[in-house]
């Protein structure tokens, strides 16, 4: 079992809607999370860090639930720009490493 | 600012050449790290240098990998003897400080490794 897990998709959504994406990790020492994104033959890029909290950046929300060890992304009114693939990141306690999912293939349709 | 740069951006290696890839990170930045992303996959971990020191080689999956970041700053990948399974992309990022909260890593654009 990998140690981050991720639906791989595609995803295919019309444009202007909202769309979720679900990330499990099994390492119950990993202490930070982030979503990042990937555009095609591009380099990953941070698109936000996750709280336990929850939190938001304009379109975008993301959320941690450390006791079941799940972590999700909401963007809602997507736009075109928004497809890529969006990878879900750990980090265990004490390390440097990020642990990468397999990461979610979104395409937003016009 | 300049970002991470790496070089070449896309190298094509006959089985059992030797390849050596190189990380230019963002000036300053005391952390490094290498990542090798396959096809339809997320990146996976390789090496991480903290300054010259190189802290953990735990993803390197063979004596056949070897990286060095001798001066602190540039880091060059080596893959001996590559093989078939060793085509992927290679991917170096760095990060300001050792244990920041934001962890941070900035992506270089990539080696596209091809063995042939």
């Known amino acids: 079992r990998k140690e981050v897990e991720q639906d791989p998709g595609p995803f295919n959504v019309p444009e202007g809607a909202t769309v979720a994406f679900n990330c499990t990790y099994s390492n119950s020492a990993s202490q930070s999370f982030f979503w990042y994104r990937q555009d095609c033959r591009k380099e990953p890029k941070l698109l936000m860090s996750?709280?336990?909290s929850g939190n938001e950046d304009g379109r975008f929300t993301a959320q941690l639930n450390r006791a079941s060890q799940y972590i999700s992304l909401l963007i809602r009114d997507s736009k075109l720009s928004d497809s890529a693939t969006y990878l879900c990141?750990?980090?265990?306690?004490?390390?440097?490493?990020?642990?990468f999912g397999q990461g979610t293939r979104l395409t937003i349709n016009p | 600012g300049a970002g991470v740069s790496q070089s070449p951006r896309y190298k094509v290696a006959k089985r059992g050449q030797d390849v050596a890839l190189r990380c230019d990170p963002i000036?300053?930045?005391?952390?490094l790290f290498w990542y090798q992303q396959a096809l339809g996959q997320g990146p996976e971990f390789l090496t991480y240098f903290q300054n010259e020191a190189q802290l953990d080689k735990s993803g390197l999956p063979s004596d056949r990998f070897f990286a060095e970041r001798p001066e602190g700053s540039v880091s060059t990948l080596k893959i001996q003897r590559t093989q078939q399974e060793d085509s992927a992309v290679y991917l170096c990022?760095?990060?300001?400080?050792?244990?920041?909260?934001?962890?941070?890593?900035?992506f270089g654009p990539g080696t596209r490794l091809t063995v042939t």
């Open positions: 990022a760095s990060s300001l400080v050792f244990g920041t909260e934001a962890y941070e890593q900035y």
């Open positions: 990141v750990v980090i265990a306690q004490g390390a440097q490493k990020l642990v």
């Open positions: 000036s300053g930045h005391v952390s």
């Open positions: 996750v709280y336990s």
